[in-house]
């Protein structure tokens, strides 16, 4: 947990004082920030199998992993996203790591990103203290 006091002066800054719909009080801004990373799963449209069986065995594999790291305690959450056309973009994990290479490092060790058959995009990622474990 760190204080993000830069972040949460601009946050006050760029929220009005004014109730959303002119009748609710405004919640309390956080003051305690988390750090955790959001890991972007990307497609990569060059990547070929060499058969069926080895694409189902990496994908086994990269499930796994994802496993593990939750299990391991270094990801909160992760799953794939509807296919969007036009979007790269196939899974998303929030891990637990001290820093960004931490992060990146969990995010290359996955098979399927070894393989070729992902990227990894990571990202840092505040949040209000209370929201995430």
């Known amino acids: 947990m760190i204080r993000l006091a830069a972040l949460s ?16 009080q405004p919640l309390p801004l956080p003051t305690e920030w988390s750090t955790h990373f959001a890991w972007f799963l990307v497609a990569n ?10 694409d189902s065995a990496l994908t086994a594999a990269h499930i796994q992993y994802q ?13 794939g996203f509807e296919p969007v ?4 973009i196939v899974g998303l994990t929030i891990l ?5 290479e931490e992060a990146r490092a969990l995010a290359n060790a996955d098979p399927a ?14 949040v209000p203290s209370s929201q995430l474990p």
Not at 67 to 79: E, S, V
Not at 85 to 88: A, E, L, R, T, V
Not at 96 to 100: D, I, K, S
């Open 9 to 24: 002066a601009m946050i006050i800054h760029s929220v009005a004082a004014a109730p959303l719909d002119g009748q609710e």
């Open 45 to 54: 449209p060059d990547y070929a199998p060499a058969s069926q069986s080895a």
């Open 67 to 79: 496993l593990r790291l939750h299990a391991d305690g270094k990801a909160i959450a992760a799953g």
């Open 85 to 88: 056309q036009g979007s790269p």
């Open 96 to 100: 637990r790591a001290r820093t960004l």
């Open 113 to 126: 990103v070894r393989a070729g058959r992902l990227e990894a995009e990571v990202r840092t990622w505040w």
